[in-house]
Antibody, heavy 114, light 107 residues
Framework: QVQLVQSGAEVKKPGASVKVSCKAS????????LHWVRQAPGQGLEWMGW????????NYAQKFQGRVTMTRDTSISTAYMELNRLRSDDTAVYYC???????WGQGTTVTVSS | EIVLTQSPGTLSLSPGERATLSCRAS???????VAWFQQKPGQAPRLLIY???SRATGIPDRFSGTGSGTDFTLTISRLEPEDFAVYYC????????FGPGTKVDIK
């Protein structure tokens, strides 16, 4: 079946970087854009950007430009989201979601704490 | 940048009642680019409605979406126990954005 499986929870110190992976299966990885969305504790959904797995092209939300990098490895049908210069308010669950957001990963909890 | 607002913030209803959730955009949105999601605690969001009025695969017909321009509505005709959750509208323009959500809880 179509699914997105994300990497496990991370705990990072302020100023560090985190890289979350999202492995696709059950469909043609390069046929659908992938979005990254995050949700801080008790808060709503925040779109971070998308990657075109076919071309590698990206589109980042202005808030994250300069701090986020989305990449992919088509040989293993996996997309990555790296967030740099982490702050405490980056503590959130990070999701990947396919194109029209009909399929979501299970979420990866990233905790930023000194 | 289009900003979405949702009302009410919380809707307290009983099972079997009708729920009407509103989403308003700060400027006109192509209805092809409006979606609704349901999220339960500890779970990823679930796509309910896309293109303002089309139900996603496997979504029961008690869920319906309407609207155009700046005003969009999600209606749940008869609330089932599993429908108590948070609902988000989304516009798929550039940049993509979500509304702040409406919580539907049990009265």
């Amino acid at each position: 079946q179509v699914q997105l499986v994300q990497s496990g929870a991370e705990v990072k110190k302020p100023g560090a970087s985190v890289k979350v992976s999202c492995k696709a299966s059950g469909y043609t990885f390069t046929g659908y854009y992938l979005h990254w969305v995050r949700q801080a504790p008790g808060q709503g959904l925040e779109w971070m950007g998308w990657i075109n797995p076919d071309s590698g092209g990206t589109n980042y939300a202005q808030k994250f430009q300069g701090r986020v990098t989305m990449t992919r490895d088509t040989s293993i049908s996996t997309a990555y989201m790296e967030l740099n210069r982490l702050r405490s308010d980056d503590t959130a669950v990070y999701y990947c979601a396919r194109d029209s957001m009909d399929v979501w990963g299970q979420g990866t909890t990233v905790t930023v704490s000194s | 940048e289009i900003v979405l607002t949702q009302s009410p913030g919380t809707l307290s209803l009983s099972p079997g009642e009708r729920a009407t959730l509103s989403c308003r955009a700060s400027q006109s949105v192509d209805s092809s680019y409006v979606a609704w999601f349901q999220q339960k605690p500890g779970q990823a969001p679930r796509l309910l409605i896309y293109a303002a009025s089309s139900r996603a695969t496997g979504i029961p017909d008690r869920f319906s979406g309407t609207g155009s321009g700046t005003d969009f509505t999600l209606t749940i005709s008869r609330l089932e126990p599993e429908d108590f959750a948070v609902y988000y509208c989304q516009q798929y323009g550039s940049p993509l954005a979500f509304g702040p959500g409406t919580k539907v809880d049990i009265k």
